[in-house]
């Protein structure tokens, strides 16, 4: 009969059992284990009440706990994370608007999902590689840590490799300042926003402060821009952040109007949370020699 072994699962009907054998294939313990949580909600989506992310989980649990028994090849790939991605969009006026979505998917409870203009891929991957680390990464992080507290390379950590996520540094962003041809005007000022100036005209340059890291963090930095009708983009690819906290950008290149500008920094490895920071209105100028105004350029 098929689901047979999965009725020693507590909780899985068989109305579940079911679903699992016909949209799956999912008939055995080691089945069930191995599957794709997302995959199998996805699965359960007509079944009323709809099975909980957290439910499946312990579903999964119970199987894997059964089979503690059996011989497990480490060599087989297990799931690190899984994420569910949407590349969304919407008409505003005569053009387009573009948003990536993402949230975690085997976390409970459920995380907020995370949001970026335009569908550009670089921050959304660093972000899902933030949640991950790796064997690797964690025996790095062990052996740094022995090296800087004497410790025996090797010796039990009293914590565990990757902070839980309420230990995590909190990022934030504290000052930034933005400067043209005429002058320079703080932007961000003890972690408020201050009003932006009417105009810029270029040369301009753009300088945050990021705090809150930990000792040993690689933290990357970048700015975003929009305007209404079309898509995000950044006129830079991210940044280190430097010892001292501070991340540069030359915006002189950026054209003329007024822009919707987001700060954003965040390290490269967990341990830390996404700081952003979306600014006022900035508006652009030409220089006076490219408008083509010779009284202006005098």
Known sequence: MPGEDLRTIPDLEKVHQDALANKLGITSLQALADADQRAIYTALASIWPRPSLKRIAAWQEDARSKLSDATIDKSDWHTAASFAVIFAQRQVDDGWELRLEAERTEVEPASEPRQWPSWDCAPLCD??????????????????????????????????????????????????????????????????????????????????TVSGGRAGQHLRAAVWFGRRAEPGWSPHDPVDVSRSGQAEFDLSSIPPGGHDVSLLAWATKPGATLAALALPTLTFRQDAEQDGDPAAAR
């Not at 990022?171 to 320079?184: G, P, Y």
């Open 127 to 208: 972000w899902m590689l933030g949640h991950l680390y790796r064997p690797e990464d964690k025996a790095r992080s062990e052996a740094a840590a022995a090296d800087e507290t004497g410790a025996a390379v090797g010796a039990e950590p009293t914590a565990g490799a990757v902070p839980a996520r309420t230990e995590w540094a909190e990022l934030r962003i504290d000052s930034a300042t933005i400067s043209d041809a005429h002058r320079q005007r703080d932007l961000v000022r003890a972690g408020e926003l201050v009003p932006p100036p009417e105009d810029l005209e270029p040369p301009v340059r753009l300088r945050f």
